[in-house]
């Protein structure tokens, strides 16, 4: 039997007494914007793995890996050393399946959070406008009004009619939750279509993100691939206008 909620740290992390430590949270979502950025931080900056989150409110299945060896849904925390702080990230397969394994997850990770002496949170995710995007913007929320300055000067948009829906799962709990608790929470949603899995959005979110926090991060790679993304967006943007063409043409 396993525990609702599982959060196992590995036998190699034995010093929790971090350094100044905030918490980027990146797990999957719209357009796997956030999800992006921060596996793609993890791998750059060689983050070490730090722990394993299991749950029952995860999906009922298994991940298969290419060899075709099974193992249960988790998320993972990893840690990295900047010059003056450590950075904890928060990344993994799934977010939870339920309204009521969203608010006890989010409660799981402040618990983590609190744990390891995090006092600012960044969370990651897509902000979905339904439209092809070529040159996306990062959207911004936080839980303080104070916050609002330091992040718009990074290159964050602030627009109190977006997003009109709220901000759905980890991303926006976190910052309401985080609030009760008194733990500074930003929330950085690249604008994406939502359509397809979005590295030209994630590119944006990890410029500004590398700003805020102070640690550059080589952007080649993820750029590569968002140079990719952006000949895709932008042959479907030309099929869209050739198709508006030829609609308007034969009702003319």
């Given at each position: 039997m396993i525990?609702?909620?599982?959060?196992?740290?590995c036998d190699t992390?034995?010093?929790?007494?971090?350094a100044d430590p905030i918490l980027v949270v990146g797990l999957p979502g719209i357009g796997q914007v956030g999800k992006l950025v921060a596996e793609y931080m993890v791998h750059m900056l060689g983050a070490k793995k730090i722990g394993e989150i299991h749950a029952i409110y995860f999906p009922?299945?298994?991940?298969?890996?290419?060899?075709?060896?099974?193992?249960?849904?988790?998320n993972e925390l990893y840690l990295y050393l900047a010059?003056?702080?450590?950075?904890?990230?928060?990344?993994?397969?799934?977010?939870?399946?339920?309204?009521?394994?969203?608010?006890?997850?989010?409660?799981?990770?402040?618990?983590?959070?609190?744990?390891?002496g995090v006092k600012r949170i960044y969370t990651l995710g897509?902000?979905?406008?339904?439209?092809?995007?070529?040159?996306?913007?990062?959207?911004?929320?936080?839980?303080?009004?104070?916050?609002?300055?330091?992040?718009?000067e990074a290159g964050v948009t602030f627009d109190r009619d977006e997003p009109g829906g709220g901000i759905v799962g980890a991303a926006g709990l976190l910052l309401g939750m985080g609030g009760l608790r008194g733990i500074d929470a930003v929330c950085l949603m690249g604008e994406t279509s939502g359509?397809?899995?979005?590295?030209?959005?994630?590119a944006s979110v990890l410029c500004v993100l590398s700003k805020l926090i102070a640690?550059?991060?080589?952007?080649t790679q993820l750029n590569d691939r968002a140079a990719e993304m952006e000949k895709v967006v932008q042959g479907l943007l030309e099929s869209e206008k050739n198709q508006h063409d030829e609609e308007l043409s034969y009702i003319g």
């Open positions: 525990d609702d909620i599982s959060i196992r740290y992390f034995t010093d929790k007494n971090l009922p299945q298994v991940i298969l890996d290419e060899n075709g060896i099974s193992r249960l849904p988790r010059e003056n702080r450590h950075v904890v990230f928060l990344v993994g397969d799934f977010q939870s399946t339920s309204n009521e394994g969203h608010y006890l997850m989010a409660d799981a990770y402040l618990d983590t959070a609190a744990e390891l897509g902000f979905g406008v339904g439209h092809l995007v070529s040159a996306p913007r990062v959207f911004g929320a936080a839980n303080r009004e104070d916050l609002k300055n330091e992040v718009s359509y397809v899995v979005d590295p030209m959005s994630a640690v550059p991060v080589d952007p």
